[in-house]
């Protein structure tokens, strides 16, 4: 039953709700100017330069469309050199460094106003049977609007954001990318996506964004020879709304990084913020020399967790079995890893006292007065009581038994595999996962609404009736789940 209703919502796209919620959102965005949505920057060639010149110019801005200005009639022209024009000059056979652009190039040009609507321009592309449209303010030449990005604009489909990322020259470009994310995660959530869904796809945009400002930032020997990775709930793929950074570099051990390595980490983390993502308050970043080392360093660093497993160690471990690579050599990372398993072998008290944080934060009785309103604080934290129990949990088995799984899901997935825990409690676990994910990322947009700080706190008193149901049964889950976990690490012997 718990199973059933709890994404009876989420799973019925046809119901009246989601219908009304996606209408309503796909009409407010055609009526969007054009220049909320994607501009594709305009690169300007003269008419007379060779089609093998402007291929470079494919190549080094990553673009796939030029502006050609040809000057020899009156008054001077504009037309548009695409890949498509480029096909037609390779079957010319005539060698490209000898062909003018001009002659493969199309001087019929249809032309939008930023202040327009994406209705209208859609309408357009139809209409005139075309991929692109040019965006133009009076004589100045705004962007390219291609066919493609207005679908994913209307859409809200994450392509659009990867293309920004991809084509971004400057910290600046991806900013704007990066501000995108959270709208997109708005839009989606309302139109009745899968939280689970919705945090793949940030995770993998995210990803793609941190990858790219690497590498604007850190020199090619620099990301040839060293992973990037993530950790926390990006590095789990669990991740909706912009949390703290948590991110590491591991060297390769006898390379020799260049002199200005803290500039470059420090850039990196600034640009993060940038992007939205606040510095970590436990500087588990690459702007901190800790979370910076060649492998054979990290391998030592993991093994003083393993061998001295105070607070704080344990606390390191946790956020690191939890990495994720997103640039360079990934086999850094995943030998570091190999070291943390082989050493977590049948260490039965630093396993106990790595489960132990379950209980770190919250009660059960407290959760269950508010819930029942029989306490005047409203807020409900919905991390401490629930989300973080049951990942850290899930967490723990995983490390006993050796994963080498990061996402919640898959952990729980391997561990039913293996026996570890039954089917029907796997499926408890992911569904109360994802409905107190999908609970506390609408709270945190409602806050972000109100113009408040995301607090991570539900007020219960706010709640429907079928919410604080489900809401209580996820909680029971999380409950029942833990007092398994004091009997399988013999927590209570502590």
Request: proline share 3%.
């Amino acid at each position: 039953t718990f199973g059933a209703l709890l994404f009876s919502d989420l799973s019925n796209k046809l119901s009246a709700l989601s219908q009304r919620q996606s209408q309503h959102e796909l009409q407010s965005l055609t009526l969007s100017r054009v220049d909320e949505a994607f501009l594709r920057p305009v690169h300007f060639v003269d008419a007379q330069t060779d089609v093998l010149s402007v291929v470079k110019v494919f190549q080094a801005q990553r673009t796939k469309q030029v502006l050609v200005r040809d000057t020899s009639v009156s008054p001077p022209r504009l037309g548009i050199f695409t890949t498509t024009s480029l096909q037609r000059a390779i079957l010319d056979g005539t060698p490209l460094a000898e062909l003018p652009v001009q002659s493969f190039t199309s001087f019929e040009l249809f032309t939008v106003k930023p202040s327009d609507q994406v209705g209208d321009a859609l309408a357009a592309l139809m209409r005139h049977r075309v991929h692109r449209l040019i965006v133009a303010d009076g004589d100045q030449i705004v962007g390219v609007l291609e066919a493609l990005d207005v679908f994913s604009f209307l859409s809200n489909h994450s392509h659009l954001i990867s293309v920004q990322v991809d084509t971004a020259n400057d910290i600046e470009a991806l900013a704007q990318a990066a501000s995108q994310i959270t709208r997109m995660v708005t839009a989606l959530y309302r139109s009745g996506t899968r939280v689970s869904l919705i945090a793949r796809l940030v995770q993998d945009l995210n990803a793609r964004l941190f990858e790219r400002a690497w590498h604007l930032i850190a020199p090619a020997d620099l990301v040839a020879n060293s992973c990037l990775f993530v950790m926390g709930s990006e590095g789990r793929g669990e991740q909706l709304l912009k949390t703290d950074q948590d991110n590491g570099l591991i060297l390769r051990d006898g390379y020799t990084p260049p002199t200005n390595l803290e500039e470059i980490c420090q850039q990196f983390s600034q640009a993060l913020g940038r992007f939205g993502y606040p510095e970590c308050p436990g500087n588990i970043m690459v702007s901190n020399p800790m979370w910076r080392k060649t492998a054979y360093d990290f391998g030592q660093m993991v093994q003083k967790w393993l061998l001295m497993p105070d607070a704080d160690s344990l606390m390191n471990l946790a956020i690191f079995l939890d990495a994720h690579p997103v640039c360079g050599d990934a086999h850094l990372l995943a030998h570091a890893q190999q070291v943390l398993q082989r050493l977590a072998t049948d260490n039965d008290a630093m396993l106990a006292r790595f489960a132990a944080v379950i209980d770190a934060f919250g009660n059960s009785q407290g959760w269950w007065n508010r819930l029942l309103g029989l306490e005047s604080q409203k807020g409900l934290h919905l991390k401490k009581e629930g989300i973080f129990p049951l990942v850290h949990g899930v967490r723990s088995l995983a490390l006993a038994e050796h994963l080498q799984e990061t996402s919640t899901t898959a952990r729980i997935e391997a561990l039913v595999l293996k026996s570890v825990i039954t089917p029907a409690l796997g499926a408890d676990l992911t569904q109360s996962l994802h409905f107190l994910m999908g609970m506390k990322l609408k709270a945190g947009l409602a806050d972000m609404e109100t113009e408040n700080e995301v607090s991570g706190l539900v007020d219960v008193t706010k709640l429907s009736t079928l919410e604080r149901d489900l809401l209580k049964d996820a909680l029971g889950v999380v409950k029942h789940f833990k007092t398994l976990l004091r009997s399988r690490f013999k927590l209570d012997a502590l």
